[in-house]
């Protein structure tokens, strides 16, 4: 990074943060110097960002209530009971809004579980992690499917050798190994990367937020296999944003977090990791009763209709009892915003918006659907031990068979009517696309319909695998997140949307704190130094808005810790060198057109 950059991502680094932060924290939790007066502070939210941010505060005293729309804690994150599938003293069927993994360049929220203790683990809930080994990409049209570890096999033999050449060796070895693409290709899609792990802040910000990927990686002028491995596999099955429209500069961030990942450098842990056991049993429910111990209050069921304002600050918040239906206003010092963006958005009134622009840009912020099925199977069906991505599959499947990670569990004895051995849990992450069945879009299709085209794309995908057949005798039931309503219908509805990232993005996201001093921001659309939507992104945001509260305080709390993604260090004078060729209006040095 050059010197004199005034770059968001700089000023992200010391507002609502403590800088990039290396070490990774091994800290367990304690109260920090309490707040004065038990100051208290409303959290609206009670997902990842709401939880993280009553963890924060909590821990330095503060006096906290979170208010949830929901019946339960977690927001996406969390899994839930599948009603009436319980018998002879098990636990109901897990479901969940879609399987969620834990990259080992995650380093916020794995500092976060390692503070939630768990019966048994020295290391909390950080321990219930458990590393995935491989990756399957299915490839349709007589294509042989890829099938590649996926783990911290590629690390330099020494500090300072992340030279350009060295990476553009790397980065090329592996695609060649593992794809098997063109060598031109291959090269030509290894120097784009360079190109961005070469840029400066200001040039990733100005000019590659600006830009498409599929243009960034000329996927346009490439074979089919390119364009569907590097182009659409990367966007649409990762962040849910089409190839054509999505930001090089998020698009480009996760690709290098997940390379030096792979080679070891500056990371929590293996690049692809599970919990072992559903989310709500071994992490947010271990949490909630955690936060419960340090004294935050939970009232669930609750909808946020407003954030009052007036005099320059919020004076109180106006809420609607789900089940009742009564209003109410509650009041606090502090109130902390922790919604999603397409539920926070419809709370600030105009009078709010006017006191504050970044809010009403906040409007402009996109969100797509990105949820799944879980099929429960009477046969356990691993395909493989990791992740599988349908690549050619109209509605861009992913799936995991959870059953394997869970070693603590016997599936059968412990959840349903004891039939059930497996659980296959999917993705769809293309909504709006004609299936294989029925010729819909999966929002056009009925539940029953979106099931059972979801189960015929994931056998075309898997039939040629050689190692797997999934059998329809073998599924026994299957459940959808009920957040999910009226498909088939004219107004089909999805409240647990996701933050999907085409150019421009970057430019409409709010930071934490805000213009008014008694209002701060988390959640995985606030600006973070992760950028894409993400539980770490969401924990991020929520450790910079307490540590604005805090600010605005003038508390002696020590400030959270907040992780920034990795940089390595031999990279940081090509990097000063890009900032001031971008100055210039020069492009990067490896930019080769």
């Known amino acids: 990074m050059g010197g004199g950059s005034s770059t968001r991502r700089q000023f992200l680094a010391t507002a609502g943060g403590t800088g990039g932060a290396l070490a990774l924290g091994t800290a367990v939790a304690r109260p920090a110097s309490a707040a004065p007066a038990a100051r208290s502070v409303a959290v609206l939210g009670g997902g990842v960002s709401g939880l993280s941010a009553a963890h924060e505060l909590a821990e330095r005293g503060f006096s906290v209530t979170v208010y949830e729309y929901n019946d339960r804690l977690g927001g996406k994150a969390r899994s839930m009971d599948v009603p009436g599938t319980g018998g002879g003293g098990r636990k109901p069927l897990p479901g969940e809004h879609g399987f969620r993994f834990f990259p080992g360049f995650y380093r916020n929220l794995p500092d976060t579980l390692r503070r939630i203790p768990f019966p048994g683990n020295p290391g909390g809930c950080h321990d219930n992690l458990v590393d995935s080994t491989e990756e399957l990409f299915s490839l349709n049209g007589g294509s042989p499917d890829l099938r590649m570890p996926f783990r911290t096999v590629l690390a330099p033999p020494d500090a300072g050798s992340l030279t350009p050449d060295a990476l553009l060796q790397l980065i090329t070895g592996f695609l060649s190994t593992a794809l098997g693409l063109p060598p031109t290709e291959i090269a030509y899609f290894a120097d784009r990367v360079l190109v961005h792990l070469t840029s400066c802040d200001l040039r990733r910000e100005r000019q590659w937020e600006k830009v498409p990927w599929w243009d960034f990686v000329k996927a346009g002028r490439m074979s089919h296999d390119y364009q569907r491995l590097l182009a659409v596999g990367i966007t649409r099955n990762i962040v849910a944003t089409k190839a054509e429209e999505a930001s090089t500069r998020t698009v480009a961030r996760i690709v290098q977090a997940f390379l030096y990942n792979v080679l070891g450098r500056g990371n929590d842990g293996e690049p692809d990791r599970v919990l072992n056991a559903p989310t709500s049993e071994v992490w947010i429910g271990p949490w909630e009763t955690h936060l419960r111990g340090l004294g935050v209050r939970f009232e669930l069921g609750t909808e946020v209709t407003e954030l009052e304002y007036g005099g320059g600050r919020i004076t109180g918040v106006r809420l609607k009892d789900r089940g009742t239906g009564a209003s109410r206003t509650v009041t606090a010092d502090h109130y902390l915003s922790a919604m999603p963006v397409e539920h926070a958005r419809t709370t600030w009134g105009s009078s709010l918006r006017a006191a504050d622009p970044q809010l009403a840009r906040c409007d402009k912020l996109q969100t797509d659907w990105m949820v799944g099925v879980q099929f429960y199977l009477r046969t356990p069906t691993p395909v493989v031990h990791g992740h599988v991505d349908c690549v050619d599959s109209p509605w861009s499947i992913t799936a995991i068979g959870q059953g394997q990670f869970w070693k603590g569990r016997d599936f059968a004895s412990d959840y349903g009517d004891g039939q059930v051995t497996d659980c296959l849990s999917t ?129 002696p709390a020590r400030r959270c810790q907040v992780w920034m993604l990795y940089q390595p260090p031999e990279l940081e004078l090509l990097r000063g060198v890009d900032e001031t060729r971008y100055r210039l209006g020069l492009p990067n040095t490896f930019d080769l057109g």
């Open 427 to 555: 993705i769809v992450s293309e909504w709006d696309k004609p299936g294989i069945l029925y010729g819909k879009t999966a929002k056009q299709c009925t539940r029953e319909e979106v099931v059972k085209e979801i189960w015929a794309q994931l056998k075309d995908s898997l039939h040629d695998t050689g190692r797997t057949v999934l059998r329809d005798a073998d599924v026994h039931s299957w459940f959808m997140d009920p957040a999910v309503e009226g498909l088939g219908g004219p107004s089909p509805t999805n409240r647990e949307q996701l933050l999907i990232h085409p150019t421009g993005t970057w430019y409409n996201r709010p930071t934490a704190a805000t213009a008014v001093p008694n209002l701060f921001l988390a959640g995985d659309y606030v600006a973070t130094d992760m950028d894409l939507a993400t539980m770490e992104g969401a924990n991020e945001s929520a450790r910079r808005a307490v540590n604005a509260l805090l600010d605005a305080e003038g508390s």
